[in-house]
């Protein structure tokens, strides 16, 4: 189990470094740290997936130091955290929409990344209800300073 967790972390940690190649849509690829048993999550992923991004999956019985190492505060925290490689590494906490991953990817904005904390009814992977609502929120990694709103589903 140590091991597996080493192994996870380094690879969090070479998905999160600064250095990174430019890509264009098709070849971005999401990295995503899940618990194996997560139907909700698996959905995400297969969603990414048919949206056309490369996603891998790195199923892990505890994410706590998954999600510290990536910046994620308690009042983010949902149950899979992600890292998308745009030529610039951003996190996706949570059941974020392809929308708000879209935005991420055509803005590039400077931040660490977005969230969208627990786990709302009507979400990507919980129900997937366009008409729900909720925030995908920003956040720079700095427990100084406050989430903004970045995207606001379900908002016409």
Same mark, same amino acid.
Not at 63 to 75: C, F, M, P, R, W
Not at 131 to 139: I, M
């Given at each position: 189990m140590k091991t597996l967790l080493i192994t996870a972390l380094s690879a969090m940690a070479i998905a999160?470094?600064?250095?990174?190649?430019?890509?264009?849509q098709d070849a971005m690829t999401i990295?995503?740290?899940k618990t194996p048993w997560c139907g909700c999550c698996q959905i995400w992923?297969?969603?990414?997936?048919?949206?056309?991004?490369? !996603?891998?999956?790195?199923?892990? %019985?505890d /994410? &706590?130091?998954?999600?510290?190492?990536?910046?994620?505060?308690?009042?983010l925290e949902a149950c899979h955290t992600a890292v998308l490689d745009t030529g610039r590494k951003y996190v996706?906490?949570?059941? !974020?929409?392809?929308?708000?991953? %879209?935005? /991420? &990817?055509?803005?590039?904005p400077d931040?660490?990344?977005?969230?969208?904390?627990g786990m709302?009814?009507?979400s990507l992977g919980m129900g997937n209800d366009p008409?729900?609502?909720?925030?995908?929120?920003?956040?720079t990694g700095n427990a100084a300073e406050k989430p903004t709103v970045f995207y606001e589903a379900g908002k016409r």
């Open positions: 999160l470094s600064a250095a990174g190649k430019s890509h264009g990295t995503v740290y992923v297969e969603a990414m997936q048919s949206s056309g991004y490369d !996603v891998k999956v790195h199923d892990m %019985e /994410l &706590t130091q998954i999600k510290k190492q990536a910046g994620v505060s308690n009042e996706l906490e949570g059941h !974020v929409p392809i929308e708000a991953v %879209e935005k /991420l &990817t055509s803005e590039r931040i660490r990344g977005i969230a969208t904390p709302p009814s009507g008409n729900a609502r909720y925030d995908v929120l920003a956040f």
